[in-house]
């Protein structure tokens, strides 16, 4: 009925869409990978303050779930984004991952 319409509808979702699409990438940890390994991330970020560890402490944000693997993701995801969001920055001799769906909940954001 309206060609041109139609055409400009294709055209904004095929050219324009993508241009609002986050290309934001987040770091967690591998869920695969032992507690031992998770927590030897935590204490090295934590210990050399290279990320806000406050959140995950008891009466922050991020505490809850209190797991290692909850707070290792959180940890790690704070380091990766202050280095630069680099595939070696989220490395932690192979124990992270990349992804590129956002894993904040309720008041736990991670950035
Ligand atoms: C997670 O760790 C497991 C076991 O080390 C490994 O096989 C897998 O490839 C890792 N996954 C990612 C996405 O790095
Ligand atoms: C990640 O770490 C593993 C183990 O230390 C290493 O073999 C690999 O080359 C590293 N990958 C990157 C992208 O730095």
Redesign the pocket.
């Known amino acids: 009925m309206f060609p041109q319409l139609t055409l400009i509808f294709l055209f904004s979702l095929v050219v324009i869409h993508p241009l609002h699409v986050s290309a934001k990438t987040w770091c967690v940890a591998n869920t695969s990978v032992a507690a031992t390994q998770l927590q030897a991330n935590i204490d090295w970020a934590c210990s050399e303050g290279k990320v806000d560890c406050v959140k995950i402490n008891p009466g922050g944000v991020c505490f809850d779930p209190d797991t290692v693997l909850s707070h290792a993701s959180f940890v790690m995801n704070d380091f990766y984004q202050n280095h630069g969001s680099t595939?070696?920055s989220c490395?932690f001799?192979?124990t992270g991952q990349i992804v590129t769906v956002d894993p904040s909940y309720g008041s736990c954001v991670y950035t």
């Open positions: 595939e070696e490395n001799s192979g």
